[in-house]
């Protein structure tokens, strides 16, 4: 499966001109089956009260869908959502090209910044399936909880998007690698460039191997597209080759 990631410097609360933004950024970069793009990337990471946040239909579910139908390949990436019955969710969307969808609603709510006090957390984990690739939804702080997404045998890519700041870009990159190495998965990695009210972010962007090894990066500070390939049959021979997960510990997750 062919995967394209998108940095992208968002624009503070404005939805409409951050997806046509993206639509330049985009312009040709058709052939992949999938783009996956930043944490909130139609807003910024909204956890001020005056921040703005999305209703349904949001601006951004309604563009990945038609992005997916144009180029035929599927869409992922968070929104900063007000879903109608009062409560704010940052919800991960992956789009299929017909525009069905699967949300996953971030689980680990960033106190540090706030994101608890507007935002309810996710109970569900979820993996889609798609292409015959099994990939793990997850949303930025996410990461540092390796319980949560521990690979139980059941995906083979992990997909994460972001706003990760500069202040904790070693953690970020560290991290990845980590979940990489640990889970034998490919880890599909989407962080923004730019800055917002509070932070500034450098990027990150990364497709990184099973072996915790980073492919393609886009680099430092800039916009841009990386794309990677998932390989399934190199992820099926190392796994024969060195069968660490056969030795891993059962979690038991409880709400």
Known sequence: MKVTIIQQDILWGSPEQNVQHLDKLLAGAQGADLYVLPEMFTTGFATQEDAVVEKEPSVALQW???KAAEFNAAF???????????????????????????????????????EHH?????????IVEYKGVRILLAVCYDLRFPVWLRNRGDYDAMLIVANWPKPRRFAWDTLLRARAIENQCYVLAANRTGSDPVCEYTGGTAFIDPYGDTLEAVPDNTEGLITGIVDLKHLEEYGKKFPVLDDADDFEFKK
């Open 64 to 66: 990945m869908k038609r």
């Open 76 to 114: 992922a990436g968070s929104v900063a959502l007000d879903s109608g019955d009062g409560k704010l969710v940052n919800r991960l969307y992956f789009v299929r090209p017909d525009g069905t969808f699967v949300q996953y609603d971030k689980r680990h709510l960033f106190k540090y910044g706030g």
């Open 118 to 126: 507007r935002f309810n957390a996710g109970s569900e984990r979820k």
